[in-house]
């Protein structure tokens, strides 16, 4: 079976990025200030950009007051809890095109204020159940592109009601419970093309969901029977 339902505009949700960033200040112009980690970049409106610069661990030293940090295109393998989770302010996240192989239920557990989390192009194997759950504020979520990703929990975003734009495409997904997804208030884009999705038994809610809210999924979806 093969559902093809209307594509998503992407116009849309980077309007909704952009204004949680602008609302909390973090979008600017770059220029070099005093108190930043090694080949990075910081702004004057708590910026901190480090993608590209082969970093192979999470940078060290940074502004407690950071609100947005980039550390994208780099071979982090861990993001360490204890150091992340100082940046309270932090509003956006990016790090995608890593080496990050898990998040453990600890990593986030002090971001309450983070909207923006990309995740994507890693090699995640699998999403616990406690992994999102102190993102109160989480709006737009990212985690494509890990072909080792075979698992999320059943309840990984069951606290996430802020939750908006969810991608999940491109991994290596054959079941998804969608219990806590159906209840999300404020859901409105999910991305789960290019999944091995296998329409069984233990995935026929899946496979329902996706017929009713058409409206809701990016690009086409594909379930094998």
């Not at 112009?29 to 108190?35: F, H, L, N, T």
């Not at 998804?176 to 884009?189: D, E, H, K, M, V």
């Amino acid at each position: 079976m093969r559902l093809a339902p209307q594509p998503t505009s992407a116009q849309p949700l980077r309007l909704v990025v952009f204004l949680v960033l602008l609302g909390a200040g973090v979008v600017c112009s770059p220029v070099i200030s005093a108190g930043c980690p090694d080949r990075c970049v910081c702004d004057d409106q708590l910026v901190v950009q480090c993608a590209g610069q082969h970093l192979t661990t999470f940078p060290v030293n940074l502004p407690l007051a950071t609100r947005q940090l980039i550390i994208s295109n780099n071979r982090i393998a861990e993001l360490p809890p204890l150091a992340l989770n100082y940046l309270s302010d932090l509003v956006y996240l990016d790090c995608s095109n890593n080496s990050l192989t898990e998040i453990s239920e600890s990593t986030f557990g002090n971001l309450r204020k983070l909207a923006y989390l990309d995740l994507s192009f890693n090699t995640l194997l699998r999403i616990e159940d406690r992994t999102f759950g102190p993102l109160a504020s989480l709006v737009m979520l990212r985690m494509t592109d890990n072909p080792g990703l075979s698992e999320i929990h059943s309840d990984a975003f069951s606290e996430n009601e802020a939750l908006q734009v969810l991608d999940v495409s491109r991994n290596n997904l054959t079941a998804l419970n969608i219990t806590s997804l159906i209840a999300l208030p404020a859901l409105r884009s999910v991305g789960l093309s290019g999944n091995p999705w296998s329409c069984q038994c233990d995935n026929e809610d899946l496979c329902l969901w996706v017929h009713l809210e058409t409206f809701k999924f990016q690009g086409p979806v594909s379930l094998l029977f």
